[in-house]
């Protein structure tokens, strides 16, 4: 069974940074294709970043380019959202996903963490 949990939501003002964590089993970790997605209430859930199994590509959704980093580390089985420059927009529950594909555009997502709120203030 393949689980991530996720890590590092929280409460900032606009203009801060805040880092994501999900950690996951070495399996998972050397087999899939990791990412971050984020939903709103009313909303589809939407891309934000992924990284591929290698580490190369990463892949961004437009709306995060230049301000949010995705990072994996083999040691920890971790992948990481370093969010910088936060706006008020990019409120919601942030779930880490993992798949097996990756396209030039986004993750397909086959499984789901279970979500860590962000809140940019403004």
């Known amino acids: 069974q393949v689980q991530l949990v996720e890590s590092g939501g929280g409460l900032v003002q606009a203009g801060d940074s805040l880092t994501l964590s999900c950690a996951t089993s070495k399996w998972t970790f050397a087999t899939f294709h990791m990412g971050w997605f984020r939903q709103v209430p009313g909303k589809e859930r939407e891309f934000v970043a992924a990284v591929s199994v290698s580490g190369d590509p990463v892949v961004y959704a437009d709306s995060v380019k230049g301000r949010f980093t995705i990072s994996r580390d083999n040691a920890k089985n971790s992948v990481y959202l370093q969010m910088n420059s936060l706006e008020p927009e990019d409120t919601a529950v942030y779930y880490c996903?993992?798949?097996?594909?990756?396209?030039?555009?986004?993750?397909?997502?086959?499984?789901w963490g279970q979500g860590t709120q962000v809140t940019v203030s403004s």
């Open positions: 996903a993992t798949g097996a594909l990756l396209t030039y555009s986004h993750l397909v997502p086959q499984y």
